[in-house]
């Protein structure tokens, strides 16, 4: 069963990124105080433009968790989200 908070989350996400670059968003883990969630995008773009849309709905990029395909995001206090934006190939 997928949550009312992971529901919200993929609608605020959708809110900031071209719909046609959205490969996917998959909810990879969820507790009571955290969620991780997997948003794959189209090789198209150059990945580093998303920082900034991301930024909009309250998520700080995290550079030293990320790599050149795969960008980490956070957002939260007292419920953390954690985004792990990939490229496809």
């Keep these: 069963m997928i949550s009312s908070k992971f529901e919200a989350e993929c609608h605020a996400i959708n809110t900031v990124l071209e719909k046609d670059e959205i490969l996917e968003i998959n909810l990879v ?3 009571e105080t ?8 189209t090789p198209d773009e150059y990945i580093q433009a998303y920082v900034r849309p991301l930024a909009k ?17 956070q957002k939260g206090d007292s419920f953390q989200y954690r985004l792990y934006l990939t490229q496809a190939n």
């Design 29 to 31: 883990h969820e507790t």
């Design 34 to 41: 955290s969620m991780e969630i997997s948003v794959v995008v």
């Design 57 to 73: 709905i309250g998520y700080s990029f995290y550079s030293d968790d990320s790599t050149i395909l795969k960008l980490c995001f």
